[in-house]
């Protein structure tokens, strides 16, 4: 009987949550879309209805020195936000919106990309100055997270490497490129921020570059990998680490080159 009345009240409630998202499903209201794209036109919206003050911070807008500009957007029926940009040129773009003077993302964007300690939507327009960002219909490479041991530094390091399509069943070695990061970066930057993965793709299938091993390092030698990766934990990432500008990676880099020729057909 106990049994029978648990499955009972699970059914109920398995009712009652199919039902909820049913109603929500099916209420008839407008789906709210953030971003949307036409040409290169690109409007931004936001349900806050209760806040004072919605702007938009993007990295094609014109910074004032360190200060990054916003734009207000105006705020329409039913509490959303809104602001359209016009002849924006096809490129990937990254933004975020600033509610009440607290940095948010785009609840209605699922695209997200970390820079440093900062995590910002993107949105993407097509064109031909920006076709090669996208992953397209060519054969792709494969792309691995190793880790190499650094004795210069005491303990295992991560890279990312990228190997072109066909690499696994071939017998041909190819020239390799090493990739190093910005000062906020990580082995983690070439491929989440630069589409490098893509970019090389679509390069090699267009005849534009040749098939070539593409190894991305981490510059921070204080840091084994990126954050979250590695036994440090979980930390909020910073840009100018204990590490910057004390000549260890350039130091211990043969210690990369090492690795990737004893394990690559270099």
């Not at 933004?95 to 785009?106: A, L, P, T």
């Not at 490129?177 to 989440?192: I, P």
């Not at 590695?230 to 910057?244: C, Q």
Request: glycine fraction near 8%; aromatic fraction near 10%; charge should be neutral.
């Amino acid at each position: 009987m106990k049994i029978l009345k648990t499955f009972t009240v699970a059914l109920i409630l398995s009712f009652a949550v199919v039902n909820a998202q049913e109603s929500l499903d099916f209420s008839g209201k407008k789906e709210l879309v953030s971003p949307e794209v036409k040409g290169g036109s690109v409007t931004f919206r936001l349900k806050a209805p209760e806040a004072k003050s919605v702007k938009l911070m993007g990295n094609w807008l014109p910074s004032k020195g360190w200060e990054p500009t916003t734009l207000d957007l105006q705020k329409k029926e039913d509490g959303i936000w809104e602001i359209t940009q016009d002849n924006l040129q096809p490129d990937l773009y990254t933004y975020s919106f600033i509610v009440d003077g607290v940095k948010v993302d785009d609840p209605n964007n699922v695209y997200l990309v970390r820079d440093i300690a900062n995590v910002m939507n993107m949105v993407y327009i097509d064109g031909p100055k920006s076709e090669n960002y996208k992953v397209q219909n060519v054969p792709h490479g494969t792309v691995s997270k190793r880790w190499y041991p650094s004795k210069g530094l005491k303990t295992d390091r991560r890279i990312t490497i990228y190997t072109p399509a066909g690499y696994e069943n071939s017998k041909e070695k190819l020239p390799v490129l090493y990739l190093l990061h910005g000062v906020g970066g990580d082995e983690e930057a070439w491929m989440t921020l630069g589409r490098a993965s893509q970019i090389l793709d679509n390069l090699i299938a267009q005849g534009k570059a040749k098939p070539m091993i593409v190894v991305m390092t981490n510059g921070h030698t204080s840091n084994a990998a990126a954050p979250g990766e590695s036994a440090k934990g979980f930390y909020k990432p910073v840009m100018m680490t204990p590490d910057v500008f004390n000549a260890d990676m350039e130091t211990y880099f043969k210690e990369i080159i090492d690795f990737t020729e004893s394990n690559y057909r270099v």
